[in-house]
């Protein structure tokens, strides 16, 4: 059997790229909607609209700018319910400190600190190599921590 060389496919799989993602991100934004209405939900009516938009907004930079600065290839990016429930507690700190809809702002400041010390953090793990022990930590592991998630966005709602 012989193997002809085939002509190059680059605006074929371009196109299919986009498509691909396209469908992607269209169809985790009710998913991300979710999250965003879970995470300032305890700033009441004028909280959810705020979080809804700020994830939603995060969502898409973030996509952007994970595509255009990962290595990996066919990397998935994305809100995870285990990171919005830490948010969420987070937020709820800040809501119970200073009620009422006017500190959605520290809110809002509060996750981006937050978001801005977990990325410091990340790219010091990278710089140290910490990304070898990720194939020794056993399937159990990551089961409970998204099976805490689980638990802990069910109880959320009660």
């Not at 998913?31 to 305890?42: D, K, M, Q, S, Y």
């Not at 998935?76 to 006017?102: C, F, K, N, R």
């Amino acid at each position: 059997m012989t193997v002809t060389p085939t002509a190059n496919k680059a605006p074929g799989r371009f196109l299919g790229d986009v498509n691909g993602g396209l469908t992607g991100a269209l169809l985790s934004v009710s998913t991300t909607i979710g999250f965003g209405l879970v995470l300032f939900a305890p700033f009441g009516a004028a909280g959810v609209g705020v979080g809804i938009v700020v994830v939603l907004i995060g969502q898409a930079l973030g996509g952007v700018i994970g595509v255009l600065t990962s290595g990996t290839r066919g990397l998935s990016l994305g809100v995870s319910a285990a990171l919005t429930m830490l948010l969420a507690g987070l937020v709820s700190t800040v809501a119970a400190d200073h009620p009422g809809s006017g500190a959605i702002g520290l809110g809002l400041a509060a996750v981006a600190i937050a978001t801005v010390l977990s990325g410091i953090l990340v790219m010091l793990a990278a710089v140290l190599g910490a990304g070898k022990i990720v194939p020794l930590v056993p399937y159990p592991v990551l089961a409970g921590l998204v099976n805490g998630a689980a638990v802990l966005l069910i109880f959320s709602t009660a």
